[in-house]
């Protein structure tokens, strides 16, 4: 099986959408009640939210297949820093999603590498994340690819509050 990595075209939107929802769900959604986890899915996850975000010029979204089948897509915010403001030299990894059923096969690695590349075209410098400290096996594959925590972040959401590690890595 030949894993291809292509950008996302904006009618992938539903298919990222139904992606993140599922693993979302699987690694967080034990943490929220079923109605904040549905309106959180639907902020985040909704399928016009992602046919919004894929049309924005300053957002690459790119796509893992294997045999037609898509098992990740990651997202990138180019030029937003780490204090969420604009900056020329640095990039958010927003969001990085391996199909449950298809992890365990480097295929976030492989999808991440493709973004890194990307990255140092760019001549971004520093390219940060967060992630939730309640998934410790998202937290240990970031350290692995050469991220470092860099403190905490409170992110409000209606009803609850989610607290993330901010991950950085220089290039």
């Known amino acids: 099986m030949s894993l291809l990595i292509r950008k ?56 893992a297949e294997l045999e037609n089948t898509t098992v990740a897509f990651l997202k990138m915010k180019w030029n937003f820093g780490l204090n969420k403001k604009a900056s020329e030299t640095e990039a958010n990894l927003q969001h990085l999603y391996v199909n449950p059923d298809f992890t365990g096969q480097r295929i976030g690695e492989t999808i991440l590498k493709r973004a890194l590349e990307e990255t140092k075209e760019r001549k971004t410098n520093k390219l940060w994340l967060e992630v939730f400290p309640e998934g410790p096996d998202s937290l240990r594959f970031f350290i692995k690819q050469g991220f470092a925590v860099h403190g905490k972040y409170l992110h409000p959401f209606d009803d609850f509050e989610l607290e993330y590690d901010v991950l950085v890595k220089h290039l």
Do not use: C, Q
């Open 8 to 63: 996302a075209v904006g009618t992938d939107a539903e298919t990222i959408s139904n992606l993140g929802k599922k693993a979302f769900t699987h690694a967080f959604g034990y943490l929220l009640s079923d109605i904040s986890l549905r309106k959180y899915l639907n902020k985040v996850y909704g399928t016009e939210k992602i046919a919004e975000s894929l049309a924005k010029k300053s957002n690459t979204f790119w796509i």
